[in-house]
């Protein structure tokens, strides 16, 4: 069974640049497998910030940014604000109608 | 504006049988695919099920294959999942989501607010 892994928290100081990552069990990501990345903060709804690998969504600021590194899809935060700490979700279309999601990470601006 | 609005969670015991559904509105909701996703009780989001705008193509994930069904009623706009033989492990929050395409195959742009099953006895 193919995982999907991101790393579990991340910490970033405010107005400084973080990349979260995605990655799979076995192989690369790449975007064949459309990776997205949502945000969610406690109690509410996730919200998509990047689909497609690097397409904002509407409404999401330029300083949210989707690209792949490597094996690995990517969002990157740049200028993080103290209301960018909470849960980002990536998720990866594995063909023949199934996604996966990763854990999830959580993100500390401090 | 695209808004989705699910209904229909609560309390269940084993085994029992729970509907849930989700009202479209905002866009022509025949022209895209849906999806479920799930969160159990401090987990991460978990994809259950996706049907493609036309409906005549559902996909589950493996733990609720065989007791889950979507379905969608282009004439109402409405989402549904049917799930069946529930389990304490299907106890989640539930949310809905537009997919930015006809087929499954690209990724969620709006979600709804999600309505909470518990089960138990």
């Known amino acids: 069974q193919t995982v999907v892994t991101q790393e579990p928290s991340f910490s970033v100081s405010p107005g400084g640049t973080v990349t979260l990552t995605c990655s799979l069990s076995s192989g690369s990501v790449s975007t064949s497998y459309y990776p997205s990345w949502h945000q969610q903060t406690p109690g509410q709804a996730p919200r998509t910030l990047i689909y497609?690998?690097?397409t904002r969504s509407s409404g999401v600021p330029d300083r949210f940014s989707g690209s792949i590194l490597g094996n690995k899809a990517a969002l990157t935060i740049t200028g993080a604000q103290a209301d960018d700490e909470c849960d980002y979700y990536c998720v990866l279309y594995m063909g023949r109608g199934i996604w996966v999601f990763g854990g999830g990470t959580k993100l500390t601006v401090l | 504006e695209v808004q989705l609005l699910e209904s229909g969670g609560g309390l269940v015991q084993p085994g029992g049988s729970l509907r849930v559904s989700c009202a479209a509105s905002?866009?022509?909701?025949?022209?895209?695919?849906m999806t479920w996703v799930r969160q159990a009780p401090g987990k991460g989001l978990e994809w259950v099920s996706a049907?493609?705008?036309?409906?005549?193509?559902?996909y589950y994930a493996a733990s609720v294959r065989g007791r889950f069904t979507v379905s969608r009623d282009s004439s109402k706009n409405t989402l549904y999942l049917q799930m069946n033989n529930l389990r304490a492990e299907d106890t989640a929050v539930y949310y809905c989501a537009k997919v930015r395409n006809v087929v499954v195959v690209d990724a969620i742009d709006y979600w709804g607010q999600g309505t909470l099953v518990t089960v138990s006895s």
């Open positions: 905002g866009f022509t909701f025949s022209s895209y695919a």
């Open positions: 497609n690998t690097n």
């Open positions: 049907i493609t705008g036309s409906g005549d193509n559902t």
